[in-house]
């Protein structure tokens, strides 16, 4: 039963009371005080309740219960599983019932807005992703069209960006609001049902293919590169959504190892990754780096409270691909790759996928493909990945063998990775990895020094082509800028 104020709050909002009590909205009431309370129902069984007080907008769900979308089961309809019904999926639940009001009843409630990494992942483990749409993965699967009524402001369209590219852009139309308006509520009070159903009626479809004007793209959300924190290279190579990043170097010159340390840090600040690390033994080399470098202390002598500190965020927001023994003998491709990082992505809200190294994937060449041509399609197939879930991809490649000029190693670039120069045209981000300093005497102060030289930044992107010397500390696994004071001298 609704309490007689809650019944005037709904109404004051547009929303008879009698269809909030249908979908089973109740007054409850604790030491607090009175909740007006909205389950959660999957499946005929109420999974979660959503409580608030009409006078506060923070509310409260119950503690330990799943995330599931609110008025889920109209994706158990025949019509909308045969595709034939299109779905409206809002921000709130308010809104969703302001659809409903309006237009019909089949409309979804995302349960919280915009799924975003928290900055404690060791307090947060749940925090990214959108695990209560993976949950109804094989049902969302079955709609025909969606049409998305994200809040009209920089939140609302990330959620909706997410939306969009968890669910496909070809099944996806996009709600905007008239002047004034952010949300279908607030459609609902100032235009009445007419106006709601005007606006779902106008949703436009999101752009898939071909040549358009510029009202068809809705304002994307700003670009929010996550900062991995070594100094210095996190602002000329930001790890950026959307984009995909090819590093180099030859081989042991310590590319694994500033991996890693970009990794720990996006890792302790929440962040979940997908790592196809397939030259570094998983345990117990890498996840001993990992666990170093999150702790910053050295790779042997991570003190155990640390050390269980670093393996609870690893359980959390690592996925590592990988094959196991008794995975059958094929190796991976990139095809099985990507299909595991898309896995990754969707289920676990993964932002970052790194491939180390490209060399070790199973390269499959149609029968008349040259290197050349493979390569090409290889790289496009990563950049449309990227962009479509909005990761950030990152692949190590090999260059080919140097050329040594007399006992030095030369520096490589994006073009001497074996393969063609599509690896250096291609890429948003490329960079390469050099240690030239070490045979140098064990005590020596620059022998543990790498060059990292950020050598493209595609146009618009955040980050700068440049160079930087980091100084390895391996007793805290960081890196610090090195400045050679005597290099003028
Ligand atoms: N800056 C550094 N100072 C001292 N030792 C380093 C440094 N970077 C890496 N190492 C050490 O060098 C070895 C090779 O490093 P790493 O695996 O990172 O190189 P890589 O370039 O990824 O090599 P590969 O291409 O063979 O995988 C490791 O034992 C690592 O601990």
């Known amino acids: 039963m609704l309490h007689d104020k809650h019944k005037q709050w709904i109404e004051a909002r547009g929303i008879p009371a009698d269809l909030a009590e249908k979908l089973g909205l109740e007054t ?11 389950p ?17 907008k923070k509310h409260r769900m119950d503690q330990g219960a799943p995330l599931c979308l609110w008025n889920h089961d109209v994706l158990l309809l025949p019509e909308v599983q045969e595709g034939k019904q299109p779905v409206v999926i809002t921000e709130g639940e308010w809104d969703a019932l302001a659809a409903m009001t309006a237009w019909n009843r089949y409309v979804l409630s995302v349960p919280n807005g915009t799924a975003a990494p928290k900055e404690d992942a060791i307090t947060n483990p749940e925090s990214a992703g959108y695990q209560y749409l993976w949950r109804s993965r094989d049902l969302l699967d079955m709609v025909g ?3 998305i009524a994200a809040d009209g402001d920089e939140a609302g369209r990330r959620l909706a960006a997410d939306l969009v590219r968890w669910i496909g852009p070809e099944r996806c139309r996009i709600v905007s609001y008239p002047g004034g308006c952010k949300d279908l509520n607030e459609v609902l009070i100032a235009h009445g049902p007419a106006g709601v159903r005007q606006a779902i009626n106008d949703a436009r479809p999101y752009p898939v293919k071909g040549l358009y004007t510029i009202d068809d793209f809705p304002a994307p959300p700003e670009i929010e590169p996550f900062n991995h924190g070594v100094p210095r290279l996190c602002e000329m190579l930001p790890v950026t959504p959307g984009t995909l990043t090819v590093g180099t170097g030859y081989a042991g010159q310590g590319k694994t190892s500033l991996l890693v340390k970009i990794l720990a840090n996006l890792l302790k600040d929440g962040v979940t990754i997908a790592l196809g690390s397939f030259e570094t033994q998983v345990n117990p080399i890498l996840i001993r780096k990992l666990r170093a470098a999150m702790a910053n202390t050295a790779e042997f002598g991570c003190p155990p409270d640390l050390a269980a500190k670093a393996d609870q965020v690893m359980r959390d927001h690592l996925r590592i691909l990988a094959q196991q023994a008794e995975d059958d003998d094929a190796d991976m491709t990139l095809e099985d790759m990507l299909d595991l990082a898309r896995t990754a992505i969707l ?32 790289i496009r197939m990563m950049k449309r990945f990227a962009r479509r879930y909005d990761v950030a991809l990152w692949i190590i490649a090999h260059p080919a063998k140097p050329q040594m000029v007399g006992a030095k190693l030369p520096i490589p670039g994006l073009y001497s990775i074996s393969g063609s120069a599509h690896w250096a045209n291609k890429p948003d981000y490329g960079f390469v990895v050099h240690r030239p300093k070490k045979n140098l005497p064990k005590d020596h102060p620059e022998r543990n020094c790498i060059d990292v030289l950020v050598t493209k930044v595609r146009m618009g992107l955040p980050g700068e082509e440049a160079r930087v010397t980091l100084n390895y500390d391996w007793r805290t696994s960081t890196y610090h800028e090195w400045v050679d004071e005597f290099a003028d001298a």
């Not at 409850?28 to 909205?38: E, H, M, P």
């Not at 959660?40 to 006078?55: A, L, P």
Request: hydrophobic share 30%.
């Open 40 to 56: 959660y129902v999957e499946r005929g069984q109420v999974v979660n309740h959503k409580y608030r007080q009409t006078s506060e």
């Open 145 to 147: 069209a969606f049409i």
């Open 28 to 38: 409850t009431r604790d030491g607090a005080g009175f909740w007006l309370s909205v």
């Open 347 to 378: 289920r676990d809200g993964a932002k970052v996928v790194v491939i180390d190294p490209w060399n070790e994937l199973d390269h499959k060449r149609k029968s008349d493909e040259s290197e050349t041509d493979y390569t090409s399609r290889a």
